[in-house]
């Protein structure tokens, strides 16, 4: 099912043509996953670093978050892609002579640190879904998905406020993960997304 599922979300970025960018938890990956991971790239999608373990750097001092992403970075060196993404669990990036000293690592093996604007909390819905019954899902879900896209739009109206307060482009990063939820929803948030006029582009096009 979890192949199936994420196979699923990759002929959907496919067939929307939305370049999405995956960031991979490097101790996470499970027997055979491997083999997604190429197929997510061999679709035309990147793959970046997530860290090793998925530890907040807020709860680690600089020098262990430094080893966790050097252990991320050579385990996952054979299918990331370039240019080099980062992004930090939590979107925790520390503080003070911490958050310099990580920034300083980063740069030093060329990763560029991809930020949030859009945060979708699609694993609060995703919790939801797990708990409607599984034969009441097909009735149920749709509900359920139309609630979580609603929510989508208003945290992107929200970045769209805040980039006009602040004089900026419009050019939002949308966080999402591979579960079941996104499995079922994601043509529909690309679909939202164009529809509205958003063109979806590769995050390297947002981040340099």
């Excluded at 996470?28 to 373990?53: M, P, V």
């Excluded at 602040?166 to 690309?190: C, F, R």
Aim: aromatic share 10%; proline share 5%; charged share 25%.
């Amino acid at each position: 099912r979890k192949h199936d599922r994420f196979m699923q979300i990759v002929q959907t970025l496919v067939d929307h043509q939305a370049p999405a960018t995956g960031f991979i938890i490097a101790g996470s990956i499970e027997k055979g996953q491997w083999e997604l991971l190429e197929e997510f790239r061999k679709a035309g999608l990147s793959l970046g670093n997530h860290t090793y373990t998925h530890r907040s750097l807020n709860s680690m001092s600089a020098a262990n978050y430094i080893e966790d992403v050097a252990r991320a970075d050579k385990k996952l060196s054979p299918v990331m892609t370039e240019p080099k993404f980062f992004r930090y669990p939590y979107l925790a990036e520390g503080t003070g002579e911490k958050r310099q000293a990580v920034h300083n690592f980063l740069a030093s093996l060329h990763y560029l640190i991809a930020p949030v604007t859009i945060d979708s909390k699609d694993y609060q819905f995703n919790e939801q879904l797990y708990h409607i019954p599984y034969r009441e899902r097909p009735a149920r879900s749709p509900g359920l998905i139309k609630r979580y896209l609603a929510y989508i739009w208003s945290q992107t109206l929200r970045a769209e406020q805040r980039d006009a307060a602040e004089n900026k482009p419009v050019k939002e990063i949308l966080l999402l993960h591979a579960n079941l939820l996104n499995s079922q929803a994601l043509g529909d948030i690309l679909e939202m997304y164009q529809q509205n006029g958003y063109k979806i582009v590769p995050l390297s096009a947002i981040v340099q």
